[in-house]
């Protein structure tokens, strides 16, 4: 089973660039990689998918490298309202299921 | 569209009672998916349900855990007799598509648990 790491917590500052990133050593050919978000007493929610290079939308980007063994979670200009805690999770396709690691708390200050 | 619907948000109960949890997936969606997550941690899935069937649910303590999911729809987690360490969330998912772990999930609020 390929197992996600994280780093536990960031800070950064309104207006910054952030970016998280994400370690799976054992993805397998099929894998996908997807990012969730969640807010204190919310459930996650999605931010955004992707299976090799880079995928960008309202929100993120996510960029994955070649050889993929991990990913960058990229989120421009943030603002207080993205403090929360950011989930990389690995999709796997073979097994039905999605890997949910520990999770990136954010802090973004003023 | 209405979201995935849960209830209670909150229940305080004592070791060995035991406690129902109600989920009201969003209208269409076929997957249905129950998570616990402990304070600090991420979602762990408990079981997975395809319409009304089981695809998953080996990570549920099927001892003291049981949920159905009636005609495909609504579904009910239950734990009897809850222990200290079932303190948690448990969070209600659902997604549109079947067996496709790559559809996004739509999570309700949750509810969270208290054992004394």
């Known amino acids: 089973l390929a197992k996600t790491t994280q780093p536990i917590s960031m800070d950064s500052y309104e207006g910054q660039e952030v970016n998280i990133t994400c370690s799976h050593n054992?993805?397998?050919?099929?894998?996908?990689i997807t990012w969730y978000q969640q807010f204190p007493s919310q459930g996650p929610r999605f931010i955004i998918q992707?299976?090799?290079?880079?995928v960008t939308n309202e929100v993120a980007s996510l960029f994955i490298p070649a050889d993929r063994k991990s990913s960058t979670l990229s989120l421009p200009r943030v603002s207080l309202s993205d403090t929360a805690v950011y989930y990389c999770?690995?999709?796997?396709?073979?097994?039905?299921?999605?890997?949910w690691g520990a999770g990136t708390k954010l802090i973004i200050k003023p | 569209e209405a979201g995935v619907a849960q209830s209670p948000r909150y229940k305080i109960i004592e070791k060995r009672q035991s406690v129902a949890f109600w989920c009201n997936p969003i209208?269409?969606?076929?997957?249905l998916y129950w998570y616990q997550q402990i304070l600090g941690q991420g979602p762990k899935l408990l079981i997975q349900?395809?319409?009304?069937?089981?695809?998953?649910d080996s990570q549920l303590p099927k001892d003291r855990f049981s949920a159905e999911r009636l005609k495909g729809v609504d579904s009910t987690l239950k734990i009897q007799p809850a222990k200290l360490e079932d303190s948690a969330v448990y969070l209600c998912?659902?997604?549109?598509?079947?067996?496709?772990?790559?559809?996004?999930?739509?999570f309700g609020p949750g509810t969270r648990l208290t054992v004394l």
């Open positions: 998912a659902s997604s549109s598509r079947g067996l496709d772990i790559l559809d996004e999930q739509f």
């Open positions: 209208s269409g969606h076929a997957t």
């Open positions: 054992n993805i397998a050919t099929n894998d996908y």
């Open positions: 999770l690995v999709g796997e396709v073979s097994n039905y299921q999605l890997i």
């Open positions: 992707g299976y090799k290079t880079k």
């Open positions: 349900f395809q319409n009304n069937g089981v695809v998953d």
